[in-house]
């Protein structure tokens, strides 16, 4: 028997769970739900149906775990929490100063439903923060370094959109290769915000906009631009959904560890990647991540979840039998 | 309080052992065992003794978790199963054709014991089955590579110190660098033994040895080096010391995975380690599993158990709130 899915939300993310469910056996689209009128939103999956969210709990027997799509600002603080009462839920919540927060109120709510809410999951925070931990319990002297890109920030997008005269913007978060190689050298390099990355912008301007005032707006922005060395080109709309039209991402985590009596022996550990599609890849941890969350309640576990708490083998669709034989 | 480890064996991995110990705080070692006359084996620790080997029955109360030092062919077939009635366990066992049986025997001991025995730990099985399996599970449609080196082999090291005519010898696995540029590129090969890696031999010969004989020993022993594309280098006593006495390690496991309803984006993830000394970072992750041993069967939990079975948090000295609050 499949594993029932709901999603909430149909943007990228969502998008993204639902390609995945196509490539698991175990896995099946059962709704999605959204905000919107349900008759405006077109899916992809044949003979699948899109509901308002207000007829959400009328599928508490219907779907194993929801996946909510939204976002981190004012959808999932109020979202998970809400619906970890009557689902098994995952959540892709990135907030990093709100999790305690948000964790309280997930693991609250789970419990009451005895249910499994799964926060925080996709590749940063995510399969990252699963290397960041593991590698820093192995190697317990040393330093964590993250870099991402190059790829597409969506939120840095978003606030370029924002000024006035710009009609489209694509934003690429890129590693200061001199940096990245210091540190896979093992120098343990101290790097500022300015040292690790750089912001490149692709601003679309609306006609007879002051590009001289957009450019200024962009690079003083306070928390999204004013700490990096950010670059500014204008392009037209044509050039902007043909060279821009994807949502690549990536990035790495090393630890640079140390072990020996003397600390004489240098380790790096490094965690890499390249994606294609960003939304589609953190999709597919979120499915993942959906599994497990089915199996542990199955087992009748309860309460709010992050990737540190769920044995890894939770995420395969194989036997612990096949796992040993095959990947071990 | 700390957590009491016992080390059996006293080779480069429980050397390695020992001295992660000394790195994190809530460990503590109390003993080492040997086959050997204890009398004859010195420790680095002060104020820790060795015992034989017979007499770790006694110790049954003062030790949390042994970590068993032995190698797979004989000793941890063996001890493992033994000793995980008494004591919470890890090893390192890699011999994989065998891991179901050593699984079974060491679940049945574990579970009469109500203790935890952990089995096939370190990077390769270990930090590399991790990677390749939650790699997997997340990115279901793709292909796992992996490769090992540069580094030291010591099985291949041994082999050829087996050979007529030869004082010492280290092997050096070697990653064949266009395939490996080929899977970084998405281009999934398909790839022979002989296509990953090559593999280095230097090379001590007795004096008035027949090198070209040993030459011929080496390049046509099957399974270690027949399959590969090997070159040997006679050297002189003192090169080897001088240039080849450390144990470095590593390599590198990618997953080259596909998404999208057309497949069309291509995602590659690459978990790559560089290791100073293969046998102190293996018994740091060692001690990171003795640590989840000694919590697990704390909670209650018994039997066998791998990397795949445990959560990541039982890894790290952490508590789940500032693991939250500084990892995720």
Redesign the interface.
Same mark, same amino acid.
């Given at each position: 028997m499949s594993i029932r899915i709901g999603i909430l939300g149909y943007g990228n993310l969502s998008r993204?769970v639902e =390609? &995945?469910i196509?490539?698991?056996e175990d896995m099946e689209l059962v709704a999605v739900f959204t905000r919107r009128d349900p008759s405006t939103v077109a899916i992809?999956t044949e003979g699948v149906n899109v509901y308002a969210e207000s007829e959400l709990p009328d599928f508490k027997d219907k779907i194993d775990v929801l996946i909510l799509g939204g976002g981190s600002a004012t959808d999932l603080p109020e979202q998970t929490p809400k619906y970890a009462s009557m689902f098994n839920v995952v959540d892709s919540f990135d907030t *990093?100063a709100r999790? /305690?927060e948000h964790?309280a109120n997930v693991d609250k709510a789970a419990k009451e439903g005895n249910k499994i809410g799964v926060i =925080?999951v996709g590749w940063d /925070?995510g399969?990252f @923060?699963?290397? +960041?931990? $593991?590698s820093? &319990? $192995?190697? /317990?002297?040393g330093e964590n370094y993250t870099f991402w890109g190059r790829g597409v920030s969506q939120g840095h997008s978003d606030a370029i959109r924002r000024i006035e005269g710009v009609k489209d913007a694509r934003q690429y978060t890129v590693p200061v290769e001199d940096s990245v190689a210091k540190v896979r050298n093992g120098e343990n390099p101290e790097l500022t915000t300015r040292d690790k990355h750089t912001r490149e912008c692709f601003v679309v301007a609306e006609d007879g906009a002051d590009k001289a005032a957009i450019e200024k707006a962009i690079k003083e922005m306070p928390n999204y631009f004013s700490d990096y060395n950010t670059t500014v080109t204008f392009i037209s709309e044509e050039e902007l959904q043909k060279n821009h039209a994807g949502l690549p991402h990536g990035g790495f985590v090393l630890r640079s560890g140390v072990?020996? *009596?003397e600390k004489? *022996?240098? *380790?790096?550990?490094?965690?890499?990647?390249?994606? #294609? @599609?960003n939304p !589609? %890849?953190t999709? =597919? $941890?979120l499915l &993942?991540y959906a +599994?497990a969350a089915y199996r542990l309640q199955k087992e009748g576990n309860t309460g709010c979840k992050?990737? %540190? #708490?769920?044995? /890894? &083998?939770y995420? =395969?669709?194989l036997s612990? !039998?096949e796992? +040993?034989?095959t990947?071990?």
């Open positions: 993204g =390609s &995945a196509t490539q698991n992809k *990093h999790i /305690p964790y =925080s /925070p399969m @923060s699963l290397l +960041r931990m $593991v820093t &319990a $192995v190697l /317990p002297e072990t020996g *009596h004489e *022996h240098k *380790h790096i550990i490094e965690y890499n990647l390249k994606l #294609d @599609s !589609e %890849f999709g =597919s $941890v &993942a +599994r992050t990737i %540190f #708490d769920i044995a /890894p &083998a995420l =395969s669709a612990g !039998e796992l +040993r034989k990947m071990l």
